[in-house]
Nanobody
Framework: QVQLVESGGGSVQAGGSLRLSCTVS????????MGWFRQAPGKEREGVAA???????SYAESAKGRFTISKDNAKKTVYLQMNSLKPEDTGTYYC??????????????????RSQGTQVTVSS
């Protein structure tokens, strides 16, 4: 059963912007670390950005200065604002819930990752 629902993906040209949303089914998840990671064909999964229960954030080096993670607890939703997109940002973006925040845009101790993902395609 899907517990995390992503939306907001699409196709944009390099330099464009997208805002991804991840809505959780269980409010309690918002008290933990919520993170975005992406998977591109032929590449390993990589963390992009994460935010913990008190709002502290962590970003991958590739995302710093371009992406912003935020959340709205009342809406049970985590956002990823992506600006200045590059072709290398192309991939399927997923969100997950974990027990703690760590550097590089990751959550430690992931306990929830059941989601369908949202596709982001950036053309040059």
């Amino acid at each position: 059963q899907v517990q995390l629902v992503e939306s907001g993906g699409g196709s944009v040209q390099a330099g464009g912007s997208l805002r991804l949303s991840c809505t959780v089914s269980i409010y309690t998840y918002m008290r933990y670390c919520m993170g975005w990671f992406r998977q591109a064909p032929g590449k390993e999964r990589e963390g992009v950005a994460a935010i913990d229960g008190d709002g502290t954030t962590s970003y991958a080096e590739s995302a710093k200065g371009r992406f912003t993670i935020s959340k709205d607890n009342a809406k049970k939703t985590v956002y990823l604002q992506m600006n200045s997109l590059k072709p290398e940002d192309t991939g399927t973006y997923y969100c997950s819930a974990g027990r703690g925040l760590r550097s590089g845009g990751y959550c430690d101790g992931v306990f929830e990752s059941r989601s369908q993902g949202t596709q982001v395609t950036v053309s040059s």
